[in-house]
């Protein structure tokens, strides 16, 4: 586990040490939450004018249920892991790209297991009508490495978010998603 730990703290300092003030703006505009705001509307467009109706329900509650799940999951694990922030161990001793300040323990990202989650789920909605839906991951992986690069969190953090977010789609689409459209 030290290992682990240890190359974790590795990586994280390689990545964040890529940064550069000309890219701050970017990163610090790209993990601002509301920024994606439109493609969240955008996936809500697609939804409508793809499915019926009542498939288009079944689709939100089963998203708006999986978000909520992963979310309270993430916290029960942030506090009961209770990792620091590398900002808050490592910014006296390395000098680390520290670009936000944030409270709270690190372990397992909230952005990472939100935004593969969802992009996930869609993604399993929309695979066979829409092949060319893969492309919606690159939401996730540019909105999860913007958190290593602002110093917030470990790469561990958003490999394990990004495990959660997409086995907690997986999980709601096969057993609660596809047991909605059965009793329709």
């Known amino acids: 586990m030290e290992q682990l730990l240890l190359w974790d703290q590795r990586c994280f300092l390689y990545l964040n040490g890529l940064g550069n003030s000309d890219w701050d703006p970017f990163f610090l505009t790209v993990t601002f939450t509301p920024i994606w705001f439109p493609l969240f509307l955008y996936f809500f467009w697609l939804a409508y004018v793809s499915v019926p109706l009542k498939t288009l329900y079944k689709m939100l509650l089963t998203t708006a249920i999986m978000v909520v799940s992963v979310a309270l ?4 694990v942030k506090y009961g892991v209770g990792r620091p922030r590398p900002h808050q161990v490592l910014d006296s001793s390395f000098a680390i790209r520290a670009l936000k300040a944030i409270d709270g323990p690190s372990f397992f990202s909230g952005h990472a ?7 996930g789920l869609l993604w399993l909605f929309f695979k066979d009508q829409k092949p060319w839906f893969w492309v919606f991951f690159s939401w996730p992986i540019l909105y999860s490495f913007s958190r290593v690069y602002i110093g917030v969190h470990y790469p561990l953090d958003l490999l394990c978010g990004a495990g959660v977010g997409l086995l907690a789609a997986y999980a709601f689409y096969n057993h609660f998603f596809l047991s909605l459209l059965k009793k329709t």
């Open 73 to 76: 999951l993430g916290m029960l």
């Open 113 to 119: 297991s939100s935004s593969f989650a969802i992009v």
